[in-house]
């Protein structure tokens, strides 16, 4: 049974920084993609930042030059470092994790339980 534990967040003034780590247990296979999501109340949840296997990012436009996300393959392990961050990121941030296991449609997809980033003004 996969999981993934998520840490990290907390309550920043805006401007600071805050890193998030996540961890997927249960699985000696790595995945296709670990990344972020986050929801903020009243709003879909929406991307943050992916990472691939092969290291390549994708970003939400909304984060770009203020985030970074890495990972380690071998450990299933992804951070994400949030500089310069603003009130409206204030949102929970999920972990997520994506294997193809039927190309080229069928994916499993794991989620973390949240961890709750809030940005003071």
């Known amino acids: 049974q996969v999981q993934l534990v998520e840490s990290g967040g907390g309550l920043v003034q805006a401007g600071g920084s805050l890193r998030l780590s996540c961890t997927a247990s249960g699985s000696t296979r790595s995945f296709n993609y670990m990344g972020w999501y986050r929801q903020a109340p009243g709003k879909q949840r929406e991307l943050v930042a992916t990472?691939?296997?092969?290291?390549?990012?994708n970003y939400n436009p909304s984060v770009k030059g203020r985030f970074t996300i890495s990972g380690d393959n071998a450990k299933n392990t992804v951070w994400l470092q949030m500089n310069s961050l603003r009130p409206e990121d204030t949102a929970v941030y999920y972990c997520?994790?994506?294997?193809?296991?039927?190309?080229?449609?069928?994916?499993?997809?794991?989620w973390g339980q949240g961890t709750q980033v809030t940005v003071s003004s």
């Open positions: 990472i691939d296997t092969a290291g390549a990012p």
């Open positions: 997520n994790a994506e294997r193809l296991i039927n190309p080229p449609h069928e994916w499993d997809s794991y």
